[in-house]
């Protein structure tokens, strides 16, 4: 239930703070859902990195919404767009390279990716399934939002940054997954892989990319459902878990 609020609340967000709270109150509920299974390590560890890190980069999340709300006293969404091109901008592409990082290492683009594979594999299958396909979807469509309605006039300066993570995280994801034996480590080099092809969709910007990006993640969310509902399907019928690819 808070996941499924968190998540409504960042999609229908319009100001930074709300933002804030939402990704706050969602990374909490996953830091317990990774470490659900108690009596294995793999899972404790897997929940103490994700804490670890995750609250460093809400740290860095909060910083950059403080350089913003330094350079324009606003945090609001509407507000922002009408003044962002009168107001000196002091501060304020620190404070969205801080955001878009700390969105960028939410998501489990490289490289900031180093997370993603432990807590994929540590977490038991159905936590696994609930990081792979919720998060991704609505944290995606607020880069979206803030990318191509808020930081318009910063589309120059972010290109550097985005294309290096967009080529990175294909490489990384694609190349690794070849040496990968374990199942869930696979899906996450694959996230990986999958990240990298959104965000050169969200650099193009324009209102084709925007129609393709919706339906690429459409098609991404459909196909991680079905094949995290074969796994659960397959160890339900066995009786034990599929960890491997090959025994």
Not at 28 to 36: E, G, I, K, P, W
Request: with cysteine; aromatic share 22%; charged share 10%.
């Amino acid at each position: 239930m808070f996941v499924i609020f968190s998540s409504i609340c960042l999609c229908f967000a319009d100001d930074f703070l709300l933002i804030y709270l939402a990704i706050e109150l969602q990374s909490l509920v996953f830091y317990v859902f990774a470490t659900f299974n108690r009596t294995s390590e793999f899972a404790t560890e897997a929940g103490l990195k994700y804490f670890i890190f995750g609250s460093v980069i809400s740290c860095f999340l909060l910083l950059g919404f403080s350089f913003i709300y330094l350079s324009f006293g606003s945090l609001s969404f509407e507000l922002l767009f009408s003044i962002i091109n009168t107001k000196p901008l002091t501060f304020v592409f620190l404070g969205f390279i801080f955001v878009i990082s700390a969105f960028l290492f939410k998501t489990g683009a490289a490289p900031f990716h180093a997370w993603l594979c432990d807590v994929y594999d540590g977490s038991i299958l159905s936590v696994t399934f609930l990081f792979a396909a919720m998060p991704k979807i609505v944290l995606f469509s607020l880069i979206i939002k803030i990318y191509f309605f808020i930081s318009f006039d910063f589309l120059q300066l972010w290109s550097s940054l985005l294309i290096f993570v967009s080529v990175a995280s294909i490489a990384v994801g694609s190349i690794s997954a070849i040496y990968q034996k374990r199942v869930k480590r696979l899906f996450a080099y694959s996230t990986v892989s999958h990240t990298g092809f959104i965000l050169l969709g969200i650099l193009v910007c324009s209102p084709f990319s925007a129609k393709s990006l919706i339906f690429y993640i459409f098609i991404y969310s459909f196909l991680t459902i079905l094949l995290f509902s074969i796994l659960i399907y397959a160890s339900i019928s066995t009786d034990r878990s599929i960890k491997f690819i090959a025994n």
